[in-house]
């Protein structure tokens, strides 16, 4: 089965400069407890070089920056890039530098870092492969990654509360996750990582929640920051979306509460080590 989908739209910045403004808000809460487990796995001292490939908004780059000797950040979305540039100058970050480049072709020389990261981010290559095979080359024998996924959607109560409102509001319409092809199987993913050349490679399950405090805070958390959905709201028009955004509103106040309400998502942590 060919892992390569060209016809992704999340594959290309656009969907992601979108969200930009919004998903340090609504979308990194929860994100960044999944960066805090994967830096509990990871080995920093110091003297590690880390590069952060698919960084975005700086999720897990100005978390680690502090325990690390330089950061190396990337993405291809230009809108994150200059949020990830933002938070870091604001939090004093002197250790990180922020490129706008392809984790599929990665700038950087063989053997420069000795951790990799990759959260959310590499699931979406339309190349998954060449997107691993990059990460292994540019890290140093015996560097280790750390990359994520989401597991399937049963396994998420979040993702299932958004694709139950949104399907509230027109049953017949595409679900917005129609084009991601995420690592959501732990086989498949273990063994992407093995071929690219890691080797000692484990896949985890996580579960992590996120607090919403009121109908309006899970409402907005579940459509806005997310680049499916706005893939789907710039389809539709302003006022369709308007329209199904009131029908989502009255589906999870139905259904949902009360409030605070915690919903959560399964992730997978794949972790793995260049060999030498």
């Known amino acids: 089965m060919s892992t390569t989908h060209p016809a992704n739209p999340l594959s290309s910045p656009q969907p992601w400069?979108?969200?930009?403004?919004?998903?340090?808000?609504?979308?990194?809460?929860?994100?960044?407890l999944f960066g805090e487990v994967a830096i509990e796995r990871a080995r920093i001292d110091v003297t590690t070089q880390v590069v952060d490939v698919a960084a975005g908004p700086g999720t897990v780059t100005c978390r680690v920056a502090a325990r690390a000797a330089r950061v190396d950040a990337i993405d291809?979305?230009?809108?994150?890039?200059?949020?990830?540039?933002?938070?870091?100058?604001?939090?004093?970050?002197?250790?990180?530098?922020?490129?706008?480049?392809?984790?599929?072709?990665?700038p950087y020389a063989d053997a420069s870092f000795d951790l990799g990261f990759s959260m959310f981010g590499l699931m979406f290559f339309p190349d998954r492969p060449r997107g691993f095979r990059e990460l292994w080359r540019v890290l140093?024998?015996?560097?280790?990654?750390?990359?994520?996924?989401?597991?399937?959607?049963?396994?998420?109560?979040l993702r299932l509360a958004r694709i139950a409102a949104f399907n509230a509001a027109d049953a017949s319409a595409p679900s917005p996750q129609k084009n991601v092809m995420?690592?959501?199987?732990?086989?498949?993913?273990?063994?992407?990582?093995?071929?690219?050349?890691?080797?000692?490679?484990?896949?985890?399950p996580i579960y992590r929640e996120r607090e919403f405090r009121n109908l309006d805070d899970l409402c907005d958390g579940l459509s806005r920051g997310n680049a499916p959905f706005e893939v789907v709201r710039r389809d539709l028009g302003e006022s369709e979306w308007s329209r199904r955004?009131?029908?989502?509103?009255?589906?999870?106040?139905?259904?949902?509460?009360?409030?605070p309400l915690c919903l959560g998502s399964t992730a997978y942590l794949g972790q793995g080590h260049k060999p030498g």
């Open 140 to 157: 140093r024998p015996g560097g280790q990654a750390l990359v994520t996924s989401w597991a399937s959607v049963e396994k998420s109560p």
């Open 245 to 259: 955004m009131a029908v989502m509103r009255d589906y999870l106040a139905s259904h949902h509460g009360p409030f």
């Open 17 to 32: 400069d979108w969200v930009a403004e919004d998903y340090i808000d609504t979308a990194m809460p929860l994100l960044g």
């Open 76 to 106: 291809f979305s230009a809108e994150m890039v200059a949020r990830c540039r933002s938070r870091a100058d604001a939090l004093g970050l002197r250790n990180v530098v922020i490129t706008q480049g392809d984790g599929q072709a990665l």
């Open 182 to 204: 995420p690592l959501e199987d732990p086989e498949l993913f273990a063994g992407e990582m093995r071929a690219a050349g890691f080797a000692d490679v484990a896949v985890e």
